[in-house]
């Protein structure tokens, strides 16, 4: 299967084209940001690729901010253990999942890894990528299951909360005040 995602952002000023190739082995994400925040020009491209059960295997990130080009490739090694940029990160063991703050394509590998139930709760560690801010760090984050399409995202400890819509897929449709999906 291949979905075509578009979302739009008031924060960030953007716009993101998403495709996402689904087998059963290896889903695949391809996606382009551009957008301007806090008086910085920005424009990311991002490939994730997963297994077949949503478990990220490996992020590749190219951002333009500024005139200025970084990339980075982070890859899942034995356990939760990581490589950026080929190296050892053991500053990021036991993250599972990729968080990347300028798009909502990302809370969307833990809610569909998770498959929880109605009411269910679960807390995460993720690797956190902040590419406006030049960060990658560990976090925890909390996902609870409110119904078919909602789910309650909060950061853990809760310095911020979100009530996120999906479609039948997972995928957001709304993240208020952050995301909103387009339809074309």
């Not at 008031?10 to 957008?35: A, F, L, M, N, W």
């Not at 295997?57 to 500024?66: A, G, H, P, Q």
């Not at 190296?87 to 929880?116: E, H, K, V, W, Y």
Request: with cysteine; net charge negative; proline share 5%.
């Amino acid at each position: 299967m291949i979905y075509q995602l578009k979302w739009q952002s008031p924060e960030y000023h953007s716009t993101e084209d998403c495709r996402v190739e689904i087998t059963p082995d290896i889903i695949k994400i391809s996606s382009q940001i551009r957008g301007r925040s806090d008086g910085k020009d920005f424009a990311a491209n991002y490939t994730i690729i997963t297994g077949g059960s949503w478990k990220t295997i490996k992020t590749e990130i190219v951002t333009l901010i500024n005139n200025k080009e970084t990339s980075l490739v982070l890859e899942a090694g034995a356990g939760t253990n990581w490589l950026l940029n080929g190296q050892p990160a053991p500053q990021l063991c036991g993250c599972i999942d990729i968080d990347i703050p300028l798009t909502p394509f990302t809370n969307s590998l833990p809610i569909n890894r998770l498959r929880l139930r109605e009411g269910e709760t679960h807390q995460i560690k993720v690797l956190y990528i902040d590419l406006l801010e030049d960060e990658i760090s560990a976090k925890f984050q909390q996902y609870r299951k409110i119904s078919y399409d909602q789910y309650s995202y909060q950061n853990v400890p809760n310095d911020f909360e979100a009530m996120i819509t999906v479609d039948e897929n997972g995928f957001v449709i709304n993240y208020p005040g952050l995301f909103s999906r387009i339809q074309e």
